[in-house]
């Protein structure tokens, strides 16, 4: 296994808070499933109000992990695509998933 770096590293951090933001995750995750227009992603995630799907999704295209294309249609017709460097979350995610199946205690389980 490589040894972490001991010394604080800005490009992980920006990673891990970009990430980790709250519904981030799982939109990405969903984008990797395919799921690609905004109504089938904000069915996709119960409880986030369409103003924060909109938000994350633009910060994610400024990030360049996803790519907003608009179809010139009637109606007009817009999808959201993960680019190569969004596309390349898939292993975190993935491994992401295994660890937290092993380690995470399902939401109910936990005590409040």
């Given amino acids: 296994m490589e040894r972490l770096e001991p010394n604080f590293c ?16 799982v939109i ?17 995630v119960p409880g986030m109000s369409d103003a924060v799907l909109s938000d994350r999704l633009k910060e994610l295209e400024s990030e360049g992990l996803v790519e ?3 179809y010139p249609e009637t109606p007009v017709r ?15 995610f993935t491994d992401l998933a295994a660890w937290a199946e092993r380690w995470v205690a399902p939401p109910e389980a936990v005590a409040r």
């Fill in 28 to 44: 990405l995750r969903e984008l990797l499933r395919g799921r690609l227009r905004f109504n089938d992603l904000a069915a996709a």
């Fill in 10 to 25: 800005p490009r992980f951090h920006h990673a891990i808070e970009l990430i980790g933001r709250r519904w981030t995750g």
């Fill in 68 to 70: 907003r294309r608009v």
């Fill in 78 to 92: 817009i999808e959201y695509h993960l680019t190569e460097k969004g596309r390349a979350l898939e292993l975190v």
